[in-house]
């Protein structure tokens, strides 16, 4: 098989990097044929904050993902998250003056353009430019006006811009791993990918992804997106509210948090106690599940809160029929997914990134993978064989521009 058949994945996240190896098996479907994951050390919150710890477990998430795969790769996806991703929406006009006034792809590019002629902080930079709808003359709601007759064409866009220096960080922890970035794409736009179905996405729905340091979020309806939000708080906040509360250490809080965690207290029928270790070589101690929640309970619902506020102030909650999917680590915790449904009033559904890929090995099914999985899918759609030029100043713009004229191609 051909090397450029296959498309990677690479997650770097906070707790972990994941390298995902994918295809198009012999029906076209998407395909994971390797797998591999390294605890990450050297990010908070989302962002690289020691190059030396990222390069390495890139390099060896990638390498194990090789020798799963049995394949060479050089090329990856990879995703971006952290506190100062910003996203909004935005819109742009042109005028139709051909004499044929018929809107042409040229016509397309250039209205979208026009969605960027906003102003932008000197340290942010675009990662997404997304086509919601375009309106031709009077008529809103149209998906594709090429070939339409028009006066004048107006587009509505999802803009999702980054910190220049958060971005150039990833770029740099790939490169200097010796691979390249063939793109990089907003975590939670992966995860959708791999959990969503195309009729959520149509009926509104809200992707929650809550991983170890951040808590990331999208709002779909009538099949775009129309909101995203990164939150910097994540289930290694609750490990170490669970490691103080108990003084214990953190890999201690973080067995007991899976083992005994519980996010409603409501969910413990039967109290239990249990020992836990102290922190070196102190006498640990023994608590009950319900004063375990007492820690995790507030937390989570401080999460939530902070979720609903976020779904609120975007004017969309009656526009999402299709209700929460969860994903992301974090959302495993027992008890979680009932939170969610009390606080935010919505129907909530745990998303596993298994459902639109084949291939995924024992336990990786997890919604830990779904960004990973997310981005295979990502390359696979939106692929152009070409790569982002090592990071010189604010160069990513062009590239966005690029795979704008991609998206463009997918999309009609
Ligand atoms: N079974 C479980 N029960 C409770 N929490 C869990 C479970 N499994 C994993 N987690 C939590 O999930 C988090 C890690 O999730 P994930 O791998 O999605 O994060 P990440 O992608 O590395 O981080 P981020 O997306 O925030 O950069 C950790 O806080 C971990 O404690
Ligand atoms: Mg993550």
């Known amino acids: 098989m051909k090397k450029q058949e296959f498309v990677v994945g690479l997650d770097i996240g906070t707790t972990k990097i994941c390298a995902m190896v994918g295809r ?59 506190g100062h991703i910003r996203g909004f929406n ?42 919601q709808e375009f309106t031709v003359d009077d008529q809103d709601g149209v998906k594709n006006p090429i070939g339409m007759s028009a006066n004048r ?43 969503l179905s195309p009729e959520e ?7 929650i992804d809550i991983g170890g340091g951040t808590t990331d979020m999208v709002i779909f309806s009538q099949s775009s997106i129309r909101h995203s939000e990164v939150l910097s708080l ?24 899976k083992a005994y965690g519980c996010a409603t207290a409501s969910l413990i029928k039967r109290e239990e106690f249990f020992r836990y270790p102290g922190v070196g070589g102190r006498r640990g101690g023994k608590v009950s599940l319900s004063q375990l929640c007492e820690v995790i309970e507030p937390r ?19 526009s999402i029929s299709a209700g929460v999917v969860l994903t992301g680590g974090a959302s495993l915790l027992r008890g979680l997914p009932e939170m969610a449904e009390r606080i935010l009033r919505l129907p909530v559904r745990l998303g596993r990134p298994n459902g639109r890929v084949r291939g995924l090995g024992k336990g990786k099914d997890s919604p830990i993978y779904a960004t990973a999985v997310g981005l295979v899918h990502y390359g696979l759609t939106y692929r152009q064989g070409k790569k982002m030029a090592p990071f010189k100043g604010r160069n990513l713009f062009s590239q966005v521009a690029l795979r704008m004229k991609e998206w463009l191609g997918e999309f009609f």
């Open 24 to 82: 198009r098996d012999g029906d076209g479907e998407a395909e994971i044929v390797g797998t591999g994951v390294a605890p990450s050390k050297g990010l908070r919150k989302g962002v690289v904050i020691n190059l030396e710890s990222t390069i390495d477990s890139v390099e060896r998430a990638i390498e194990k993902a090789e020798e799963e795969a049995g394949v060479e790769v050089s090329r990856v996806f990879t995703g971006i998250a952290g």
């Open 90 to 131: 935005s819109r742009g006009v042109v005028g139709i003056s051909r004499s044929s006034r018929e809107v042409s792809r040229k016509d397309v590019e250039r209205v979208i353009n026009a969605t960027k002629a906003v102003a932008i902080p000197l340290d942010q930079e675009v990662i997404h430019v997304i086509p």
């Open 153 to 195: 064409l107006e587009a509505e866009v999802h803009i999702v811009t980054g910190a220049v220096t958060s971005a150039q960080n990833i770029i740099k922890s790939v490169n200097w791993a010796g691979f390249e970035v063939e793109d990089i794409v907003l975590g939670p736009l992966a995860s959708a990918e791999a959990v």
């Open 201 to 207: 996405k149509r009926s509104g729905v809200v992707l």
């Open 234 to 257: 994540g289930g290694d906040h609750v490990t170490n509210d669970i490691s103080v509360g108990l003084r214990t250490s953190p890999q201690q809080a973080e067995e007991v948090k």
């Open 300 to 318: 989570i619902e401080e999460l939530f809160s902070l979720v609903s506020s976020d779904i609120d102030r975007t004017g969309l909650a009656h």
